[in-house]
């Protein structure tokens, strides 16, 4: 089956039947549980919007080999014009939701698509690997499958290694092989969106340590494999919320579990690295994702940015404290902050080139360095709508209170805003600020936005030890060089282009400094 409609996937959900636990309650059926109810119809919404006259030709692409719809996140883009096809598909999907949910199916999608390129790789260890890794994204692009992934064990003891841990199967690692495949336990934490998803992507994350091969296990599973539990975590978004009170908690609540492996099977064709000898250098090198997960990412980003930065300036404009000259200095630069970002985003496209492979990318210095500021400017914004809603977060009465005729009458006199802002659209606005700067699911997703990509200290770190630095140290020594040297001046490029041709993002495993590993 090709790029679905989301009757389609919530069909297949249903035949499904995963172990997962929400307050000690296993779910029956994850479709008709009534805290899954929003997120599931935002997901099918995802899955019929590619498909819609509108946006198909935008979110999808027809198979060279079967003639086929696919879903325009798998494809490769082995010309400029298909990278920023994919941009434009991403950024459709990432708008829906207003970029409020971070692993939505094209995170994944992007991220298998790179196991394509990469099976040679995973070949090295056993041919059999790298055909696996082939197959699969073969059979999630034609069945245009959910995927969730979990990539990091669970915290427990960060200054020790994984077989230094008071017990060998604390992290998920390989208890045995059979001739039917190789036996895991153990748990990885937060896999977001596992209710709703079809399938299970299994990818250690954060350097293996000398001796732990056994941990390195790289592997896929359908959701419902035996002895696969999710634990999910309390829901920010409780059955009921309504979309008047809750305009994006009610919607987008994308659900955190973490993952037990009791003793599962994982079969010999669903492996990838099989924690043999080699297995740890295998994957600390190469972590195989498709570089596209950068523009996935950028887009959801943006798409959350620009949807806080209009927030912030409406409800200065609503309350008419926006002629205020603090105000106007918080949201210029909240305005500027957005356009560099956007600059960004856009320019590393302008300035993408292939890989030795011949993928194009986005320029990576120039992505990476979006996907670094981004965090800060979400922190800014949340913190520029907090100041200036102040109080009016909580006088703004509920949907409830708004069908009350005896209170109406008080509501529409006081709660209104300057004049021209009717107490129902100033509510709605100061709601739909509190989901992003006050309540449980913008406190997540802040959360989410520091730390999805890996921990910010050790990335930043890393990217300071592995940039190029030598244009900026032949400025400082055309400084010290004195006037004899000042006219001494490269001249500056006609074309935005790179200095040099882009080489495959290393994983970002091999960007934490080697330093901050413990080791065995
Ligand atoms: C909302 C949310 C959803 C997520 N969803 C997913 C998902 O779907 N799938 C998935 O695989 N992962 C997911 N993640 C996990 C994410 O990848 C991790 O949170 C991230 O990699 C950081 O790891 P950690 O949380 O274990 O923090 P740690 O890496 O343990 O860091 C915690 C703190 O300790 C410090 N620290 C720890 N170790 C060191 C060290 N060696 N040197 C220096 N400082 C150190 C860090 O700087 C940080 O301040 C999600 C995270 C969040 C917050």
């Not at 091969?213 to 975590?233: E, H, M």
Request: net charge negative; glycine share 8%; proline share 8%.
């Amino acid at each position: 089956m090709p790029a679905r409609t989301g009757r389609q996937y919530l069909d297949n959900l249903k035949s499904l039947n995963p172990e997962i636990y929400l307050n000690g309650r296993r779910i029956a059926h994850v479709t008709e549980e009534p805290v899954f109810a929003g997120p599931l119809r935002t997901i099918a919404e995802q899955y019929d919007l590619q498909l819609d006259p509108r946006y198909v030709d935008v979110c999808t692409y027809v198979s060279p080999t079967t003639g086929e719809r696919l879903s325009r996140s798998f494809q490769p883009c082995r010309t400029k014009e298909e990278l920023v096809a994919k941009r434009r598909h991403f950024q459709l999907r990432a708008d829906h939701t207003f970029g409020m949910m971070g692993r939505t199916p094209d995170f994944m999608n992007a991220f298998v698509l790179g196991w394509n390129t990469n099976a040679p790789v995973f070949g090295e260890l056993d041919e059999r690997f790298g055909e696996n890794a082939r197959r699969y994204y073969e059979r999630v692009r034609d069945n245009d499958l959910f995927m969730t992934h979990v990539l990091i064990n669970p915290a427990i003891d960060r200054s020790k290694t994984s077989s230094q841990q008071e017990d060998p199967f604390l992290h998920l690692g390989k208890v045995r092989e059979t001739d039917e495949g190789i036996v895991v336990r153990g748990a990885k934490m937060l896999s977001t969106m596992a209710p709703f998803a079809e399938e299970l992507v299994v990818v250690p994350f954060g350097g293996i340590a000398p001796g732990d091969d056994d941990y390195a296990v790289v592997f896929t599973v359908p959701i419902d494999t035996p002895g696969l539990k999710f634990i999910c975590r309390e829901p920010v978004a409780p059955a009921g919320r309504t979309e008047f009170d809750h305009p994006l908690s009610s919607r987008f609540e994308e659900m955190d579990c973490i993952a037990v492996f009791d003793d599962v099977l994982v079969p010999w064709d669903r492996v990838v690295v099989d924690g043999r000898p080699g297995s740890r250098d295998l994957v600390n090198r190469v972590l195989g994702s498709d570089p596209s997960v950068l523009v996935v990412n950028g887009a959801r980003s943006l798409a959350s940015l620009e949807l806080l930065c209009g927030i912030a300036t409406k409800i200065a404009d609503a309350t008419g404290i926006d002629n205020f000259l603090h105000v106007q200095e918080k949201l210029g630069d909240l305005i500027s902050r957005l356009d560099t970002l956007r600059t960004l985003f856009y320019g590393a496209e302008a300035m993408a080139a292939p890989l030795p492979d011949g993928t194009w990318v986005p320029y990576l210095p120039g992505i990476m360095a979006f996907h670094m500021q981004t965090a800060p400017t979400h922190r800014r914004m949340v913190e520029v709508i907090q100041i200036l809603a102040a109080g009016n977060f909580f006088y703004a009465p509920s949907g409830g209170d708004f069908a009350n005729e005896e209170l109406r009458p008080f509501i529409d006199r006081f709660v209104r805003g300057r004049p021209g802002v009717p107490a129902e659209e100033r509510v709605r606005l100061f709601k739909l600020a509190w989901d992003v700067a006050g309540d449980g699911f913008g406190q997540r997703l802040m959360q989410y936005v520091n730390y999805y990509s890996g921990d910010p200290v050790r990335l930043t770190a890393g990217l300071y030890l592995g940039a190029d630095k030598s244009e900026i140290h032949r400025a400082v020594e055309r400084a010290l060089a004195g006037s004899d040297r000042s006219l001494d001046i490269p001249l500056p490029p006609e074309v935005l282009e790179m200095a040099a041709p882009p080489q495959p993002t290393k994983p970002l495993t091999g960007m934490y400094p080697a330093k901050s590993q413990p080791s065995s």
